[in-house]
């Protein structure tokens, strides 16, 4: 047992954490912002409160926030215990680093793009996930499902609130540049053959996912959609 958790305890074990737990992450952005490009179906968010009454109410897709929210915390706390490990094994710094040469910037600031992105899923979470999940929504639409494409509305006609989704949006897309390609590395998955797929795939995937995700508190807040 001792030798199991060694294994998890060591550099490689962690990056394998970081490796499984993003390759999660990747595959629920996916299903999130399927459902919540849903609102753009023009029909007053009945077709985007479906979309959110069957996340709220499926016993798969509940068991599976909890599975979520664990690798979400693994991911953070590896993150983290990685970043330490790091600047404990160089506590100098070299006196030249040219960090351009070997690297993209986005790639050397995981820390910070993960820490905005951080400060944002409480936001997030706080506006949407818990008032759907404990709290309760007091508003019903035509089919009797709890109204989250009203509450979506009023908390998008703040122009800060939308700044602050905009914002996160370009530091997940990033944030996504370096670590979609990155964990499949980690994993293992990689070959000069596919190397250039995968480079390619998690371009159009990090950009598509950050502009849909984006493109929503836009919309409600100019009113591009009813």
């Given amino acids: 047992m001792s030798g199991f958790g060694n294994a998890f ?8 954490i970081m490796g499984i737990t993003g390759l999660f992450l990747i595959l629920f952005l996916i299903v999130h912002c399927g459902i919540n490009a ?8 009945l ?3 479906i979309g959110a009454h069957f996340m709220a109410t499926n016993w798969i897709i509940r068991a599976g926030e909890i ?4 690798g979400l915390l693994a991911h953070i706390f590896q993150a983290l215990r990685l970043t330490l490990q790091n600047q ?4 100098v710094k070299y006196a030249v680093n040219d960090g351009k040469a070997n690297s993209k910037w986005y790639s050397r600031s995981m820390g910070l793009l993960g820490t905005l ?3 944002f899923l409480v936001v997030h979470l706080k506006d949407f996930w818990v008032v759907s999940r404990f ?3 007091p508003t019903v639409d035509a089919n009797g499902h709890e109204d989250l494409y009203a509450v979506m509305k009023e908390k998008f006609q703040d122009p800060v609130r939308v700044a602050v989704y905009i914002l996160a949006m370009f530091s997940l897309c990033y944030h996504l540049l370096h ?9 293992g998955w990689n070959h000069s053959k596919y190397n250039g797929m995968i480079k390619r795939a998690g371009v159009w995937y990090s950009i598509i996912i950050s502009i849909l995700f984006a493109a929503m508190p836009i919309a409600v807040y100019f009113g591009l959609i009813q």
Avoid: E
């Fill in 9 to 16: 305890s060591s550099s490689i074990g962690k990056k394998f």
């Fill in 38 to 45: 849903l609102i753009f179906i023009s029909d007053g968010g």
């Fill in 47 to 49: 077709t985007f409160n």
């Fill in 67 to 70: 599975v979520l929210f664990i």
């Fill in 88 to 91: 404990k094994a160089r506590p």
């Fill in 117 to 119: 992105l951080l400060i």
């Fill in 135 to 137: 709290t309760g929504i």
């Fill in 179 to 187: 670590g979609f390609a990155s964990a499949f590395q980690t994993m």
